[in-house]
């Protein structure tokens, strides 16, 4: 079967499960005479939508702007042509494949449609209150339903690129190569399971850490013992932080690296609490500790920080 076969057959299916024929065609081409005027404004929506995306503006500069806006532009055009066939559909394929290469999500593409969606609605309920004639009424109506069909359509295909384009990479690494993706997906889990059980485990045993030098502290050693479980509820706290983070990264999420700095100034810095009350210690140890404590808080420092303006950017 031929490409231009392929993509025939294809539009027919796809016109055929969005109850889609040459009537709601010509209904399409009856409603450019009302909607043709706001071109430009709808390009301006689109440019304020895409600056609400603030994780895609920072990846596109003006001359990626000026694309999608033409794009767009282009798309308008063709929308009210009313000619949804397999040039059409090879078209909307073409146009799926600059947005995913610009470094559109699925997310973005379904908002932007939902926005045209909207505005088209909007332009068309204002046409149908200022008229009279109960006839063109009706068949602004039934227009606009054709036309909600057509962007349901449009938004199949353009989503579908990114479901093929993933399809297509499980495909090129073959079965080998699908087999120890398998493996390496499965392993990963196993590994993450057990950093979860290694942490529960590690946590449960400082709690006992906590609990004998609480019971130091009734034996009468209350300096040392008050010094260690303040120490000990240090790393307590963020053997929990570190736990929280791997149960999102498991869950999804991104890991915070954060954690595993936090845990380790956490431990340096109980060791400094108790060497503080230890006279017989060397000097040099204890500015050893100061040193790694003061270069441990200015890494997590830059690390938290790095953090939150990534968080900034995704939300």
Request: charged share 25%; no cysteine.
């Amino acid at each position: 079967m031929t490409v231009t076969a392929t993509l025939e057959y294809e539009i027919e299916r796809l016109l055929r499960l969005h109850q889609l024929g040459r009537r709601d065609a010509e209904r399409i081409k009856f409603l450019a005479n009302y909607l043709k005027p706001y071109k430009e404004e709808f390009l301006r929506l689109i440019e304020e939508v895409i600056q609400k995306f603030t994780d895609l503006r920072q990846e596109l500069d003006e001359s990626d702007l000026q694309k999608v806006k033409k794009e767009f532009s282009q798309w308008y055009d063709r929308l009210f042509e009313g000619n949804y066939d397999a040039a059409y559909l090879n078209y909307l394929l073409s146009m799926g494949e600059k947005f995913f290469q610009l470094g559109f999500s699925p997310h973005h593409i379904i908002v932007l449609i939902d926005y045209a969606r909207n505005f088209f609605n909007s332009k068309i309920f204002e046409v149908i209150r200022e008229q009279k004639d109960e006839e063109t009424i009706e068949k602004l109506r039934s227009a606009l339903k054709s036309l909600n069909k057509v962007l349901d359509l449009n938004l199949d295909v353009l989503i579908s690129y990114y479901v093929d384009s993933e399809t297509k990479l499980l495909l090129y690494l073959g079965r080998w190569g699908r087999f120890i993706l398998g493996i390496a997906k499965k392993v990963g889990l196993m590994l993450d399971s057990a950093i979860l059980a290694g942490l529960i485990i590690l946590a449960a045993f400082i709690i006992y850490l906590f609990i004998t030098d609480i019971l130091h502290i009734a034996q009468g050693g209350i300096a040392h013992g008050i010094i260690a479980a303040l120490g000990d509820l240090l790393i307590l706290w963020t053997i929990l932080e570190l736990l929280n983070s791997e149960i999102k990264f498991m869950l999804g999420g991104e890991f915070a690296v954060s954690s595993f700095v936090s845990v380790a100034l956490a431990a340096t810095i109980r060791e400094a609490l108790i060497t503080s009350l230890q006279h017989n210690k060397p000097i040099e140890f204890k500015i050893s500790l100061a040193v790694i404590i003061l270069v441990l808080g200015f890494v997590y420092g830059i690390v938290k920080w790095f953090e939150v303006k990534s968080s900034k950017k995704r939300s």
